[in-house]
């Protein structure tokens, strides 16, 4: 462990995976990256379904890579395959399973206490944790017998299984096409049209509708989810009520307030940080990768040019 880091940085996605990277290229070697998970691209591993399309241009936003990772559309695991191998390939120190529990800036460093009871010291430091690790979820009760049937994300379904996915967006999209392969699939939003999604996602879940691989169940909320006999009774606010096997919410995910407020980063009324064009937030020297950026998300693309660019940014002041 070194005295004092150039860079700390929070988060082992994509942003933050980036950040490393490129300090390495810059010759930026006192660098170290906390991940709380047991790897890299926790969110990836857990709420992507395998197989999983992952398209650099996200939703259609074209983005150009600045930086040193060459990245393109693949699949889940060609994408996890690719952040082993420039892991491998930089060689930066990396500590799996600690969690940041709080930064604080003392003069001229930051020091960065983790959840083991240690602590380290950073001159500068890159946030780069995701929103999917933190899903929202519904605001009714979810009784505790079935709470195990209640998922946000696609990875304990089993052939099969009679299954309601909800929300509207890509996600939610994604897991019920892939699923109705080999499930009865219900798909819920609370609108009646799907307005957040990509062209090619509209084209797969037109085709599902129309060949009834996929009900619909539109422009309805739901009001309440009960046990009925070791099955989810989901209860829907036009009077209507079905039986699935198991519930998938795909409805998005929260900026980590908490988390970001106890560093001292102020956020505006939707949970985003402030930051400015370097993306450095309010407390100067602490820096924001990755979708957090975004009230709605952003791209794997996008994360890794925010770490190109913040990198840029460090060396110059480090020189």
Known sequence: ????????????????????????????????????????????????????????????????????????????????????????????????????????????YFLIYTAKNTQFKAKFVVISIGKMGQPNKPSYAIPNSIKNLVNFNANSCVDGENILVVGGGNSAVEYACVLSETNPITLNYRRKEFARINETNQENLDLCFTNGKIQPKLGVDIESLEDQEGKVKVNFTDGTSAIYERVIYAIGGIAPVDFLRKCGVELDADGVPLTDDKHQSSVEGVYIAGDILYKNGGSIAAALNHGFDIVQEIKKQLN
């Open 1 to 108: 462990m070194k005295e004092i880091y150039d860079i700390a940085i929070v988060g082992g996605g994509p942003g933050g995976i980036a950040s490393a990277v490129e300090s390495m290229v810059l010759g930026i070697k006192d660098v170290i990256l906390f991940e709380k998970g047991e790897g890299h691209s926790t969110t990836i591993r857990k709420f992507y379904k395998d197989k999983k399309r992952v398209d650099k241009d996200y939703k259609g936003q074209k983005v150009e890579l600045n930086g040193n990772i060459y990245f393109c559309d693949g699949t889940k695991e060609s994408t996890l395959d690719l952040f082993d191998k420039i892991i491998q390939e930089n060689g930066f120190e990396v500590q799996f399973q600690t969690e940041v529990e709080s930064i604080k800036k003392e003069k001229d």
